[in-house]
């Protein structure tokens, strides 16, 4: 038997079409990543355990307690809300502005922008509807001032 300093030195200098390979025959069942780090982490580990026995029981124990303590949501959310990029509003964010002697209110809504009960995909759509010509949403509705070229 080799010792696991060479197992693993091998194991290091498979490519990735190998080390998928080396995977299959160990988990028998194929990666679920491809990244040749993540896949010779996941043999390396498995081969030492083999080896060396892996966890003791009560190691193995009190992992499942301490698994059972965390809240895990499991409704497919990932990491902390997405807060908006710069330019960016969020939903239910009110702009408005006089147009000849009305007001023009546009709501930030799923999909675009509403006014008056109609979805647009952009402020500057809501301001061609309102106008007739075509605006930069944002000058139109004061968010920002024509630039200096």
């Known amino acids: 038997m080799k010792p696991i300093?060479?197992?693993?030195?091998?194991?290091?200098?498979?490519n990735v079409a190998e080390l998928v390979e080396r995977y299959v025959a160990v988990f028998g069942r194929p990666p679920r990543c491809k990244q040749p780090t993540w896949m010779?982490?996941?043999i390396a580990w498995e081969a030492q355990a083999r080896r060396y026995g892996g966890l003791s029981k009560r190691a193995q124990e009190r992992l499942e307690e301490l698994i059972a303590e965390i809240d895990i949501p499991l409704?497919?959310?990932r990491g902390p809300l997405k807060q908006p990029r710069r330019g960016e509003t969020t939903l239910g964010t009110a702009?408005?502005?006089v147009w000849k002697g009305r007001e023009v209110r546009a709501t930030s809504v799923e999909g675009g922008w509403e006014h008056e009960g109609v979805v647009h995909r952009s402020l500057s759509a809501v301001a061609k509807h309102v106008t007739g010509s075509h605006w930069n949403g944002k000058l139109f509705f004061g968010l920002s001032k024509r630039g200096t070229a």
């Open 95 to 97: 702009v408005t502005r």
């Open 75 to 77: 409704d497919g959310v």
């Open 40 to 42: 010779f982490r996941k």
């Open 5 to 14: 300093s060479e197992e693993l030195a091998e194991l290091r200098a498979l």
